[in-house]
């Protein structure tokens, strides 16, 4: 008998060489308390599985496309907050019923700065986005509003916390047409030569792709992996203020750095007139004149007097010391930040799935420049000097991770109450300094994560493409959190023992252990400083337990899917989803960037644009966020109906599903779903030995919701020649995930399957089919085999005729026709268009160890051991030898620092940052928990 995978769920698993696939079933200790059987007679149990309803699936693929259609989904701004809302949500409100009154500025707000693209007049004052107005000139028709707006004017009468009057209009219109141009214009390097806070260094990072001939000669070209440069950026310690603008060569050299990798010798020349290297004199003079005269951040700020512009820093700059000015100086990198080159070229991890990385050919221009942003935060104690940074940044760069990275760091840093920051340090983005955070003038003040999410959603506005804003300012929020936990919710017993425990091991101990970890991550500490080094990580992970992203974070979400198991018994399926963002046709439209909308939407996009859509991607984040978000949202609400009745596999009773980001910053989400009805491994087990009725009711539900083949296969796909290579494509074919598929409303039953099949039976070639990468064999030792047996996706090329049960075990082993596809829901690929996979979570012992797995992978933790520990040590070592008689506030600041250094080392991608503020988080679940301080009762009893 054919196994359908070496460990698919695996109850014992075998090595393999993969991290990912090692567990044992028999889970001992409170593990094994997890009541995983419901009763066979409770309701429901008798009518699970359900019986096929054709017209339930109908009824769900008729609503998915209709709120997923252009029409439905197409953007518009809210009149009274600016934020962009769905047509399919929008509240068209005529204008006698809306109390303009409510949305006039303070008195406070600059009367020349008022808005100018509609009639404020006829508006009797009001603050109003013109996108959200039928008539701009004349008080006539309708406004538009979102919800919340609409609830706050029309049933409340009151004014919208987040409305743009509330100082949240930025008076783009108002600036002059040449310094609107040079902000345009504007590079990284320009933007901080004007700046007049800085709180960041950069490194650029780029690969010479030898597979090209190149537009400048030695292969640079605007080729995609080149134009897929890395933009590093390392928010530091503290804001730094500058009264002398633009800054020394000194300041300069210390913010930039630029790394090229190609086998040969560069041409220096060509690389300094990249897009996001150039600088111009001119552009820099325009600005500055500009933001003296009208941004008050400018004219005093800090306690200090206003900036000087400094002519001799200008020349030295652009020119070099000496030198006389030339015409061909300008939009280039000023000579003063050196480019580093090595000679040897780095290959990229392919690490995500259904192509998302492959480009072979794919022409590209150099206008198509852009680059990838990922994250993760850098805390301020890790005691390396700049060039060490440098290093590790150029190590990710190389490594194929665009990792931006951000320095969260312990020292305070004047970021609260501070209403000049927004406009010095993102002079571009709040040109007049009228909107920043905390301003004193805001008549209904806002927090700032509130408003950070409010200047991520304004419609077209230029928070979101930001490289740096959303970055900066998660920073802050996450040292914000920090530094309360720290100080209001660790008790000064904890903080006395932890101290104590930490001076009770050399600090050498943390770094050797590091070391010995890396090496072999399954070593087992055995001496006592040891032992005791991984207790004091384990209580830091607690401390961090409310800060997303961190270990302790993740095992606060581990504890609530065991406390859904207590509840809801044993979930039934689990579900990995993988929204497409390159070729998502949704991205486009929220990215508002679609020249012909329908057009694109309706005819789909070739293979040769994948790099004009992933440059997409790569400009607009915050719609990526939001394109996974909707996505999500629709699978749980339309195709699972969770609290509305029967879904596609039953009612749905629960669900829990985790968010991560793929090495190039793609989201995903790994679901548990519970089935009202389904009963426990045991219990299913018990009850097929029985009713066989009943087991081919069970093995039925399954076929139809589960396929490992092709639509249509009805025999075993062999192998005799090898693996079966992947269907390939031109570059002007039409990538079927861009395509909308066929209408079920516009075609009747007889013409609709058929052609529903046909568009599953590409989707499902095109991201369901398993072909090894580099990715598949990350965790194996050097020197292992690579193959089929170690595929760490378990993908190994074995078939199996119909569904059996194993007589051993007990398990489910579903019919498996093709060895190369990876298991899908046909509903679900017809709708989402994207890369899945699907589970039972099936019977026997196998289930019972497959629940435990599932549970630990999707909250597995973000930060492994080894680094945990090299960044404590680093932080000890800083904090000197004397942390036992520290006490009271010193105490805390000390266990502030270390919890920065543990939040240093956690990968956030740009769209994860996003998520948070956009999106919908790390977590969807529709279930409320409460936390049960059980130390609290046990002192009572």
Known sequence: MHIQRSAAFPGTYRHNGSQKRVAEHDHGGARKRIRLNRDIDQPGAKSFPPDENNDLVRSIIEEYQSKASPEWLREVACAACGEHISCGLV?????????????????????????????????????????????????EGHVMLCPGCRRDLIINKTMPALALCNRFYYAY???????????????FVDLRLVARFSASNICFAYRDDPSKDGLFGNHVSGAQRFCRGNTVILPRDHIRVEDVLPPSVDVLKSAFTTVFAAADALDEMAIRRLAPLKASSARVRTLLSFLISCNSAYASGAGKDGVVVSESNLREIFLGEG????????????????????????????????????YEGISASAEEF?????????????????????????????????????????????DRQNHLLLGGLFPHLDPFNIGGFDHPQRRKKVDMAKQLSHLLKLYDGPFARDAQFAFIYHNILQKRRSTLDTFFRVKEREVSQLLLDIGKVPIDTFGKLAGKLSAEPTY??????EKLALKVLERMNVVRRDVPGTNGYKRARRNEIRSLIYKLGAPALYITITPTDIDSALVGLLANESEDGNKTWKEGESYSSKMKRA???????????????????????????????????????????????????????????????????????????????????????????????????????????GPLPKPKHVASDVNPCTLPGPSISDMDADAFWPAFHAHVKELVEECNWHEHRLTCFSRLKKGALKGDATCRMGIDGTTRAETTVDP????????????????????????????????????????????HYITDYITKPSLPTHIGLNAL??????????????????????????????????????????????????VYCMHRFSVLHWGSFDRLI
């Open 91 to 139: 509240s068209n409100v005529a204008v006698s019923s809306v109390p303009f009154s409510l949305l006039r500025p303070d008195e406070g707000f600059p009367v020349h700065l008022y808005p100018a693209t509609y009639s404020i007049t006829e508006y009797e004052g009001a603050f109003l986005h013109p996108r959200g107005l039928s008539s701009l000139w004349r008080k």
């Open 323 to 358: 030198e006389q000015e030339q015409v061909g100086r300008e939009d280039i990198l000023p000579e003063c930040i050196e480019i580093g080159h090595l000679k040897s070229v780095c290959n990229d991890m392919q690490t995500d799935i259904a192509g998302r990385n492959e």
């Open 873 to 922: 040590g680093l932080a000890l070592q800083k904090a000197g030898p004397d942390v036992q008689v520290l006490e009271g506030r010193d105490a805390r600041l000390l266990l502030n620092r270390l919890v920065n250094a543990m939040m240093s080392r956690q990968e956030m991608s740009h769209q994860q940052v996003m998520s948070y503020y956009v999106g919908g988080g790390d």
């Open 524 to 529: 087992q500490a055995e001496q006592r400083a």
């Open 615 to 721: 440059a997409r991607v790569a400009r607009n984040p915050a719609a990526a966020a939001r394109s996974f978000h909707q996505t999500m949202s629709r699978f749980i609400d339309i195709i699972l109906r969770y609290g509305r009745g029967e879904g596609l596999f039953g009612v749905c009773s629960g669900i829990y599903g985790m968010v991560e980001a793929q090495g190039r910053g793609t989201l995903h989400c790994h679901m548990l779903v519970w089935l009202d009805g389904h009963v426990g491994p045991q219990a299913m087990r018990d009850r097929m030995e029985h009713d066989s009725e009943w087991k081919e009711r069970i093995f039925k539900w399954l076929e139809r919701h589960i396929h490992c083949e092709l639509p249509g296969t009805s025999s075993v796909v062999g192998e005799p020649a």
């Open 173 to 187: 219109e108002h600036m002059p047409a040449e310094v609107a141009e040079a902000f345009k214009q504007c590079t």
């Open 808 to 851: 051993q075990s007990g398990s489910i082993q579903l019919r498996r026709l093709h060895p190369r596809i990876n298991e899908y829901n046909d509903v679900i690929m017809f709708l989402l268009k994207c890369n899945m996979d699907i589970q039972f979570i099936g019977s026997g012992e196998g289930a019972k160890g497959a629940i």
């Open 370 to 414: 852009f680059m990838e942003a990922c994250g993760f935060v850098k805390g301020d104690v890790s005691g390396e000097k700049y060039r060490s940074m440098k290093a590790e940044c150029l190590q990710h760069c190389l490594g194929g991770k665009p990792f931006l990275l951000s320095r969260s760091g312990s020292t305070p840093v004047v």
